[in-house]
Nanobody
Framework: QVQLVESGGGSVQAGGSLRLSCAAS??????????VAWFRQAPGKEREGVAA???????TYAEFVKGRFTISRDNARTTLYLQMNSLKPEDTAMYYC????????????????????WGQGTQVTVSS
C-alpha cells in the first residue's frame, strides 16, 4: 500500500517561499511509473488541484499558481516537491500530495478522483 508523507509546511509572510516535500513508500511499482500531484484545501473550501507531474515528466498547473509554483520529482529518492514562491495569503491551506499508478485521463490531472493514494497533509500559512 502506497504511503505518502508530506513535510516542509510552515508560516511565512506574503512574498516568501516554501518548499514542500512528499516522500513515498510501500510502492508496488517503480516510483517513476506513478503519476503524482499536489492539492490544497482551505477551511470551508473544497480540495483543489495545484500541480501535477506525470510519469514522463509532463506538468500541469492550476492557473492561480502558474509562474509562482514549480512541481518536480526525484524518482531515485521517491520524493515529490513543490517549490512555492511569491506566496500570497490566499495560498493558506493544508497541502496534500497524491499518487496513482493509473494515468489520469486527459484533462483530469488536477481532479481529486484521478488519484488513489493520499498523504495526511502539511499546513501552509501565509500572513499579509
Amino acid at each position: 500500500q502506497v504511503q505518502l508523507v508530506e513535510s516542509g509546511g510552515g508560516s511565512v509572510q506574503a512574498g516568501g517561499s516554501l518548499r514542500l516535500s512528499c516522500a513515498a513508500s510501500g510502492l508496488t511499482y517503480s516510483y517513476s511509473l506513478y503519476h503524482v500531484a499536489w492539492f490544497r484545501q482551505a477551511p470551508g473550501k473544497e480540495r483543489e488541484g495545484v500541480a501535477a507531474i506525470e510519469s514522463d515528466g509532463s506538468q500541469t498547473y492550476a492557473e492561480f499558481v502558474k509562474g509562482r509554483f514549480t512541481i518536480s520529482r526525484d524518482n531515485a529518492r521517491t520524493t515529490l516537491y513543490l517549490q512555492m514562491n511569491s506566496l500570497k495569503p490566499e495560498d493558506t491551506a493544508m497541502y496534500y500530495c497524491a499518487a496513482n499508478r493509473i494515468r489520469p485521463t486527459s484533462g483530469t490531472w488536477l481532479e481529486t478522483w484521478s488519484y488513489k493514494a493520499w498523504g495526511q497533509g502539511t499546513q501552509v500559512t501565509v500572513s499579509s
